[in-house]
C-alpha cells in the first residue's frame, strides 16, 4: 500500500524534474518510437536491479523516459526510512545514477497516507501492468497508483506504434475503468 501511495508522489515529482531538467518522452510519435524501439531490458528487469542494489524495499514508481540523451528506467524506492531514486540504462542494464535520501518528519503523513492506498490495493502493479498490455498490447511507459475521487487506481501509459494510450484500472478488482487512446 505505501508503495502505491509513495508512487503516486513520486510521479508529480518525477514529472518536475523531467519537466526541469530532462526531455519529455513523450513529445512526437518519431521520439516514442525510437524510445521504444531503443529498450533491450524490460520494467520488471529494471525493478529487480534497482532493488538489489537497494536491498528490498517498496517500489513506489517505474518510469521509462529520456534524459540527456539517454534513455533510462527511473525507479523510486522506498526502503527502511529512506528513498532511493536509481536510474538505470535501458540497453545495459547498469545504474547510471543513484540518489538516496533520508525521509524528513515533514513526510510523515504523505508515507502513512501512500502506506494505507498500498494496503487497500488488491492487485499488484504487475498484475495491473499485465492487464493493461492485454488490453493495448506496446510497451509500458508509466504506472502510477494513486487515489481518484475515493477510488484507488492505477493509471498506465502505453505507446504502440506511435500512439499514446492511457488507461485506468481499479486496483481493488482489476477492472478497466477508462481507456482513452491518442495518435501523435
Known sequence: MMKKILTAITLMCVISLSLVFGEPVLAQSAQNNSLVQAVKITPEKAEEIALTRVGGGTVMDIELKREYQQIIYEVEIIH???KYEIKID???GKI???KDENLKRSSVQPQTQNASLIQDAQITFAKAEGIALEQVGGTVMDIELKREY???IYEIEIIRNGQKSEIKIDATTGKIIKLKSKSK
Do not use: A, L, P
Request: charged share 25%; hydrophobic share 25%; glycine share 8%.
Open 150 to 152: 475515493q477510488q484507488i
Open 90 to 92: 535501458t540497453t545495459k
Open 80 to 82: 527502511s526510512g529512506r
Open 96 to 98: 547510471v545514477k543513484f
